[in-house]
């Protein structure tokens, strides 16, 4: 079994957002080490759901019998008001 990934600069981001929402802030400023901290549980969390995924498709595709393909558009941000 894999160890857990630390998610916490995540839902630090997510609350520091929220308030700063509740203030009526027009900015959100995290330092250097908070931001490496947040693009490391980004990583983590990105290669864990692409691994999920691997094994996912290998398993239906066992089943199946069949070739299965994804494709994934990288997405995008958009600003909702």
């Not at 693009?39 to 996912?56: I, R």
């Amino acid at each position: 079994m894999s160890n857990p990934i630390n998610t916490y600069p995540i839902t630090a981001l997510i609350q520091q957002i929220k308030a700063a929402e509740m203030s009526q802030q027009k900015e959100v400023r995290i330092d250097i080490k908070n931001a490496k901290l947040l693009a490391y549980a980004l990583g983590e969390v990105l290669s864990k759901m692409n691994q999920d995924y691997d094994v996912l498709l290998k398993n239906l595709q066992k089943n199946t019998g069949e070739a299965i393909t994804v494709q994934f558009d990288g997405g995008g941000f958009s600003s909702q008001n």
